[in-house]
């Protein structure tokens, strides 16, 4: 036998994707069978008769005694190797336990990067895919500060809150955990291409579905009750009244999860999810002492100061030259190209950016000011 995930054999391995693979065993049966027979080898090892008083139905039983799979287990163990992932069994000494107190656990999960701690504490960060620069300002200067204690950001890498919660974590030098809707050879959305091998490299990349699933919407939901299941609280910034940051919210709170919500602009539809999680008592927050103080955490970080301070010294060059042309008081675009002496395309994506960096901020008429 080879090791394989750093605990399970190769073995075990491939004979919990036979049973996880075989059409009709989800989650919960899967967990059923395993109580029933004590392992999973003893499972495809039983007759007819025995897996039919296990309370199972008959066309799975007759699925598991003819192995009738969804895939092949062999090819997806060996893709798995293939692509430097690692398979976490639900028995795994990695496996998250607070996961494991969720109802319909995964009993196995795909994972890329660094292994999960053990004792990691967790807040999850999620909200609007369309974030306005408020909502991307918020969620990455919060996850900034709570990486920044050594507090873990679990996320869905989606585009919008998740990727900023993430790009938070891991400008604090901390930890995240992003969680698929996809395949682990799947990274959706596209653009995500370089997050998904910083947190690769940095973080942790787990999902739950095989290799090659495609992003279809049902997937969704059972990403989030993952990002969910492995925090002991859940933040949403920014979301619509029908978000799937709502679902989130919900599984929370099914989980016994504490919920946090920032508020926003009473003018802003990506206000009205959150809104609603406040006046049914989400818990509001304005600063990271509001999520900690749940915990009974005091806010303090080894990081003296927020993202934009943070920002302002890692600035490059050409940055550091636009700010210091830029004040409280309006300046035109046109007097920091003059000023700078700088060619006004990469003057204008270098403005772009650091108003994403939530360093400046445009006002009409295509004036500029330091925040």
């Known amino acids: 036998m080879r090791d394989f995930s750093g605990s399970s054999s190769y073995n075990k391995i491939y004979h919990w994707l036979c049973l996880k693979l075989i059409k009709g065993v989800g989650n919960s049966t899967f967990l059923t069978l395993l109580n029933k027979f004590g392992s999973v080898e003893a499972v495809l090892e039983a007759d007819r008769y025995e897996l039919e008083t296990a309370g199972l139905r008959k066309d799975i039983v007759t699925n598991i005694l003819r192995r009738r799979y969804k895939s092949d287990p ?51 960060i999620v909200g609007a895919r369309s974030a306005t620069q408020y909502g991307i300002r918020v969620s990455q200067n919060i996850s900034f500060r709570l990486a920044s204690m050594g507090i873990g950001i679990v996320s869905g890498m989606a585009r919008g809150i998740d990727t900023y919660a993430h790009l938070g974590a891991l400008k604090a030098g901390g930890y995240t955990v992003a969680v698929l809707g996809t395949g682990i050879d799947v990274i959706y959305p596209k653009e995500n291409k370089k997050i998904f091998q910083n947190i690769k490299e940095n973080g942790t990349i787990i999902t739950e579905f095989p290799f090659g699933t495609p992003p279809d919407s049902k997937n969704f939901p059972m990403r989030n009750r993952i990002i969910s299941g492995m925090s002991k609280g859940v933040l949403v910034v920014e979301a619509t009244e029908r978000s799937g940051s709502l679902i989130t919210a919900s599984f929370a709170l099914n989980q016994g999860r504490e919920v946090f919500a920032v508020p926003g602009s009473i003018e ?104």
């Open 74 to 124: 062999e090819k997806e163990l060996k893709r798995a190797i293939d692509n430097g992932a690692r398979i976490i069994l639900y028995d795994d000494p990695e496996y998250p336990s607070l996961l494991k107190e969720i109802d319909y656990p995964p009993v196995l999960l795909y994972a890329l990067g660094n292994k999960i701690p053990q004792d990691q504490f967790f807040i999850a």
């Open 268 to 371: 802003s539809s990506k206000s009205r999810g959150t809104h609603l999680l406040i006046k049914q008592g989400a818990k509001l927050v304005e600063d990271i002492a509001d999520i900690l103080e749940e915990f009974g955490i005091k806010a303090e970080s080894s990081y003296k100061g927020d993202l934009k301070e943070h920002a302002i010294i890692k600035l490059n060059p050409v940055e550091k030259k636009i700010y210091e042309c830029l004040s409280e008081y309006p300046v035109h675009i046109d007097e920091i190209i003059r000023n700078t002496g700088i060619d006004p395309a990469e003057v204008l994506s270098t403005l772009l950016k650091m108003e994403i960096k939530g360093l400046i901020k445009q006002m009409p008429g295509k004036l500029f000011i330091k925040k």
